[in-house]
């Protein structure tokens, strides 16, 4: 595929008129590493994706955040552009989200030792975002205490022990969890965002994030427009992290992680009754995944989309699904891409305004990386395999 050239599998003279997919490359490919995509609708209909560049990822110091545009009807995005960059040190995994006020906030973790662990939230917002970079009108860390820390991941670490494989290194690794969980300046540093956050009908906004330090994930959330910040509980299990968050319709929050621990390999999941501060045991699904990240959103018609690589092992599949019964089965599911030898993960997904659906994600292969823009429909998934 050439760089910028438009794949239409199916083509319509009018989008939501007849199943399409159509997807094109963000920028060329080159050797760099660009990585760690999330997509945007601004209230124009301009579509705003932003992800890290550099050399590496966290023990690369030229890591810097970049961004790009698409106005509506345009073929091809703006040239890349500089969105954040702490000079020296990574910035990586950025997260943007347009809330109920129309702000632009960026998350995204700063490293401060080149380890995950050791991650420096931080954020930005703006209200003056039409063109250009954002002139950011507010930012700085992201701090929080984490609620209830040191009980509930020790009560979580209890529960594993009966799960893993009681070897050396596995017992080891419980033991080092369990110093951690005692230890306040590691609790509130290395938190890191994937996902969107997601805003709740009150005002509640919730930030997923996860740590690699802990192999677990927790929430942040405001209810005061993001003046003051506070946290969930911990949510402690067998690697579980990156949480992307979907709402039933009696106010349930269904939270689906990525699966970082041993096989085999599922998506996790967990549920909140209080509007995100307290969640489920983790338990797993039935849905495969290699260790990569995976969003799930909630769409217009009541149903749920969810994007992932639906496989055990390596992430040169990557799927979407639909479900019409709030995740207790997927119906639907359709492969974006599923080319053996390449790689196409960490994926972002919205639901636009006109109902088509737009998800940005890494595309890696032999000529290079770069991230991929595809747009298409419900329907366009709905013509895939019944599951």
């Known amino acids: 595929m050439k760089p910028f050239a438009i794949l239409t599998l199916i083509t319509t003279a009018a989008y939501g008129e007849k199943p399409f997919l159509s997807g094109e490359f963000i920028f060329p490919q080159e050797k760099l590493h660009n990585h760690s995509s999330m997509v945007v609708e601004l209230p124009g209909g301009e579509l705003f994706t932003a992800w890290y560049r550099g050399s590496g990822e966290r023990n690369a110091n030229d890591v810097a955040l970049q961004f790009s545009r698409l106005k509506p009807g345009a073929k091809s995005w703006t040239p890349p ?33 080149n380890e995950w662990h050791t991650a420096l939230l931080q954020y930005r917002v703006s209200s003056r975002y039409s063109a250009g970079p954002p002139k950011w009108d507010d930012g700085g860390p992201l701090l929080f205490i984490p609620r209830n820390f040191t009980e509930k991941s020790l009560e979580g670490l209890i529960s594993m022990k009966a799960l893993v494989t009681q070897g050396k290194r596995e017992s080891a690794w419980l033991g080092r969890m369990e110093e951690k969980a005692k230890d306040k300046y590691f609790s509130r540093m ?144 359709r492969h974006i891409e599923s080319q053996p030898g390449g790689s196409f993960h960490y994926p972002s997904i919205i639901q636009a305004r006109d109902g088509s659906l737009h998800a940005t994600y890494s595309y890696f292969n032999k000529d290079g990386k770069t991230i991929k823009h595809a747009h298409f429909n419900i329907d366009w998934v709905k013509q895939g395999a019944l599951r």
């Open 81 to 113: 552009q500089v969105l954040a960059d702490v000079p020296n040190f990574p910035d990586c995994n950025p997260t943007v989200f347009i809330d109920s006020r129309k702000r632009l906030w960026l998350f995204w973790p700063t490293i401060v030792a």
């Open 190 to 333: 290395g938190w890191m965002p994937r996902a969107h956050p997601i805003e709740l009908p009150g005002g509640r906004m919730i930030l997923p994030l996860y740590s690699d330090g802990y192999s677990y994930s927790i929430m942040a959330y405001t209810d005061d427009g993001g003046q003051t910040w506070h946290s969930s509980d911990p949510i402690p299990g067998a690697g579980n992290i990156q949480p992307s968050i979907a709402r039933a319709k009696d106010g349930t929050l269904v939270t689906y992680m990525r699966d970082n621990g041993p096989p085999p390999k599922r998506l996790h999941v967990s549920e909140s009754k209080d509007n995100g501060v307290t969640w489920s045991p983790v338990r797993d699904t039935d849905l495969p995944n290699p260790g990569s990240g995976a969003e799930v959103i909630n769409l217009k018609d009541g149903s749920w989309a969810l994007i992932y690589n639906d496989t055990e092992r390596e992430r040169f599949s990557l799927a979407i699904a639909i479900s019409e019964d709030e995740g207790k089965t997927w119906r639907w599911k």
